[in-house]
């Protein structure tokens, strides 16, 4: 089992930046590839980014990329999402997600991605 705590969401003007931290407990945290993933009112869950277990590859969502940076430390067992440039359809709830895997679908198969998940913080970005 692993246990994942998001944090970090808040209220924030477009253009602005939120750093969202998700910290882990239970199993081996560098065992998990981790991503995040969200889901705005009335839509599916999309996913955001993911991280490779030591750190070396990163995915992300289109929509996303220049603008979301996934990093993570494995002795804090924390991985972070940088978010620069918020629009306000970045507005939505952000989970994170950990799958013991490593593997990473290419296209927009990501439905099936990620054994464990957080409760999610809400990130709402004003226009």
């Known amino acids: 089992q692993v246990q994942l705590v998001e944090s970090g969401g808040g209220l924030v003007q477009a253009g602005g930046s939120l750093r969202l931290s998700c910290a882990a407990s239970g199993r081996t945290f560098s065992r998990f590839a981790m991503g995040w993933f969200r889901q705005a009112p009335g839509k599916e869950r999309e996913f955001v980014a993911a991280i490779s277990w030591r750190g070396g590859s990163t995915y992300y969502a289109d929509s996303v990329k220049g603008r979301f940076t996934i990093s993570r430390d494995n002795a804090k067992n924390t991985v972070y999402l940088q978010m620069n440039s918020l629009k306000p359809e970045d507005t939505a709830v952000y989970y994170c997600?950990?799958?013991?895997?490593?593997?990473?679908?290419?296209?927009?198969?990501?439905?099936?991605?990620?054994?464990?998940w957080g409760q999610g913080t809400q990130v709402t970005v004003s226009s």
């Open positions: 997600a950990a799958d013991p895997r490593n593997t990473f679908p290419s296209g927009n198969s990501w439905s099936k991605w990620g054994d464990y």
